[in-house]
C-alpha cells in the first residue's frame, strides 16, 4: 500500500521572493540619480556622493541598531537618545564648569569609552526591562527615550557642548583615511560585518529565528533571551558610537540631538524591507534604505527647497517611498 | 539502560494541576507510547524530557544521568530530538534552513555553506519523501508539508532518543505508512522512540509499550501484547467501553443548502460541481495532494477560486471573503487551527462566540454573563478540559483547542458547516462527543461538510466523495468498506457505488 505514494505538490511560489526584495530599492536609487542629475550638475560628482554618504553615516549606525532590534523581533524606540546622551554624558564628565562641564576633571581619553559605555548601560537597561521584566517594548522604550533625553537636559543644563580640547571624542568624525572620511569607511566597515554575520553564521541566524518564531528557535537551542539581550545592547552601543561621529562631524552637540530621528530609522529599515514583526528582512536593504533617504535629503537641498518646508516634503516623500516599496515588493510591510 | 526515566514528576499551571506524581521509564531501543485522554499531561510531559519547562518537582535521568540544567539548551539537544505538537517550524526562513536550524554550518567550521546547506537540504527530504522545495519560504507550506519537514529534521537529526508528539495528527495514509517504515529501521539501527498519538491502531502497529496517563496521573505501564483496545481505552478515560449509541438523524430535507458550480482552483482541482442538503452530511476524503482541503478552503473565503460559484441557501458568496461566507451563514473548522483557528491570549469563552458576538448584548456591547453561559455549555458539550470559560485559550492542550475551535464553529448555528480534519488531534472519546455535536447540528437542519482523511469522521456521512488528483473520483453512499474508500483514496481501486 504504501509504494502507492500520491506526488505530494509541492508550493513553488513567487521564484526566490527574498532576494528581489532586497534589490527593491536599486530601480528607486537609480530613478534619485537621474532626478538628482537634472536638478543640479553638481549632483553627481564624487565629491557630493561621498558627502551624502557621510551625511548618512551617523543615521546609518542608527539603523543598522534597530534593523537587527528588528529582526530579532524587538523595537527600540530609545536609540534617537542614546546618540545625544551618550557623547554629552562623555563630555560633561571631562570639561571644566566654564565649558558647560561637570568639572570633574576626568581625563580626556576616557571620552570614547565612556560614551560607547554609556551606551552598552543603556542596552543592558532596555534588555532588563523588556526581557527580564516582559514589559512592552514599545512603551518601554519610548519611556526611555523621553528619559534619557531629558537626562542629557539635566546634565548640561539645555546648553550646548563643544570644546576644542577633547581631540579623542572628535577624531572619529573628521579624521580622513586613505582620502575619504573615517565616518564613511566606519559606516560601510560594519554594515558589511554585520551582513556578513547575519548571513553566514549560524548565530547571526538565529536573530532571524527569534524574530520568526521564539519558541521555535528556543526549542532549536537558541538562548533566545540571551541574544535579544546582546543585540539590544550592540544597537545602543551603535547608537553611542553614531552620536562620537556626530561630535567631530558637527563640532558640537546639542541639547536635542537626534530629536525624530527614530522615524528616520524605522522608515529606513521598514524601507528596506525589514519587517516589524521580525525575522524578516535584509541589513543591505536597510543600507540601501539610509542612502536613499540621504539622496533625497541631498536632492532637495541641492534644488534649494524653501527650508521650512523642507520637514513636509522630506516626511511626505518618506511615505511616498513606502507607498512605492509596498507596490513594487507586492508585500505587505508588517 | 533506560534512554530516560521520570520520577516523581509534579508540574502545576496555577491552579490546574497538569502532572501529579508521575513516573515513565522508556527502556534502550524500544518505541514507547504514551496515550491519555485531551489535557492529560501528554506534551507537559514532553516539555519537561526536553528541558524548554521544569518541573516542580521530580527528577529526569538520562541513561543514568541526571538531566542537564535548563539553560544549557545545546547539551539537551544531545540527549533527545523532539517533534513537538505546536509546530516549531520557523515560517520567514527556509526550509532548508529550518532543517538544519541552529546547525546551519553542518559542524563543518564557522562560516555558512549555503550552496552545501540546500544540497544537504534536498537530500534529507529526497530521503524522507518529502516534494517540497528546499528554496521556498516555510510559510507557503501546507499544514501536512510542515509537520513532514519537521519529522524529517528530528529523524535525520542522529539523536538515540526521539520523542514525536502526535506525529500522524496532519499526515494522510501513505506519509503515515512511510514515517513508520523510518522509524522501524531507526529502532533496528538503536534508536529509542517516545510515540504520542490518539489513533490507537497505530500503537498496535509500531510501539511495544504502552503508558497511559487520565487526569495528570500515571494509570499503567504494560506491553502493548498485553492490551486489548478496549483495555487501553478503558486505562484511559475510565470507564468500561460501551456500545456507541448508533445516531440516528432524521431524513435528509429536500432544499439544497450548499451549491458549488464548476469550482476550480489552480493546480489544486477543476470542474466540481456538488450540492448538499439541509440536513445532510456528506464528507469529502482524499489524501493531501487531492485537493479537498483547497476545496474546503474555497468554500469559506480562505482562498478565491479561479472559476465557478458557491451559493449558500441560494444566494453566491463574495469570492475570496471569509466574513461573506460568515454572514451567508457558514460555519467552519480550518485546517490551521494555529492560523484560522483561535486568537491566543484571548479566553475560551471570547474564541468560541466571535461569530455571535453581534448577538450576546444589544447596541454592539457584549454581555459578558450570557457569554459565559453560552461558552459553558460548549465546555459541557464537546468536553473541553479546562479551568473555566475564562481561561486562555494558548494554555489548553492541543486536542482542547481543537474543540474550542469546533465550538467557535458550531456558534452560529450556521446553516452551512465545512469542517476540515475537525477532530485532528482529538481523544477517541471526545470525537464522540464532536460527531455527535455535529449529528445534533445536522439533525438541526444544518448541511454538513466533513473533508477528512479519518475514517471515524466519515462514517457517519451520508455519502463520501473522494477527490483523487483534484476531481471526484468515486462516491460512496453510507455503509461503504473501509478498504473500498482507502483503495480510491489513494489512486489504485476502481470507483465503485457510483
Ligand atoms: N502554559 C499553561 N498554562 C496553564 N495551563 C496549562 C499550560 N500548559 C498546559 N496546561 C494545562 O495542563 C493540562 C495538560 O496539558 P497537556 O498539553 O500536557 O495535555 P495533553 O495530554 O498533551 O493533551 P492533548 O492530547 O490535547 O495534546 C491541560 O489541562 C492544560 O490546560
Ligand atoms: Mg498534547
Redesign the pocket.
Known sequence: MSDVSTPVVAARPRLQVAKLRDLALLPAILVLLVVGFIASPIFLTSGNLLNVVQQQSELGLVVLGEALVLIVGKMDLSLESTLGFAPALAMVLVLPTSENGLGLGLPEWTALPVCLLAGVAIGAVNAFLVLRLQLSGFIITLGMLITIRGLQQGLTVGQSLSSPNMPSLYYLGNAVWFGVHASIWIFLALFVIAIAFVGYFRHGRSLYAIGGNEAAAKAAGIRTTRVAAIVLIVASVLAALAGAMMVGHYGSITANQGSGWIFNAFAAAVLGGVSLNGGKGTLFGAMCGVLMLGLVQNILTLAHVNPYWLGAINGAIIIGALVLARLTTGKAQD | MNAVEASNITKR??Q?V?LNDVHITVADGETHALV??????????VSMLTGLNRPDSGEITFRGEPAPALSDRQAWRTKVACVY?KSTIIPTLTVAENLFINRQNLDGGAVISWSRLRRKASDVLGEYGVDVDPNVEAATLTVEQRQLVEIARALSFGAKFIIL??PTAQLDGPAIERLFERMRSLRAAGVTFLFIS?HLQEIFEICQTVTV?RD?RHIVTSPVADLSKDQLVEAMTGEAVGLGAVASRPAVGSESVLDIRDLALGKHFSGIDLSVRRGEVVGIAGSASSGKVELGEVIVGLRKADAGTVAVSGKSLKPGSVPAALAGGVGFVPEDRHKEGFVPGLSIAENATFPIAGRLGRFGSISGRRRDQVAARMIDELAI???GPD?DVA??????QQKVVMARALSSEPDLLVLMDPTA?V?VKSKENLLDAVDRAAAAGAAVLVISDELDDLRPCDRVLVMFHGSVAGEFPAGWTDNELVSVIEGIGESSGE
Open positions: 499551571f496555577g490546574t497538569a491519555g485522554r485531551n489535557g492529560a499531561g501528554k506534551s507537559t510531559l505538537q508528539d502526535e490518539h496517563f495528570a478540559k479546562t479551568s481561561q494554555d489548553l492542550s492541543g486536542g482542547n488531534g481523544d
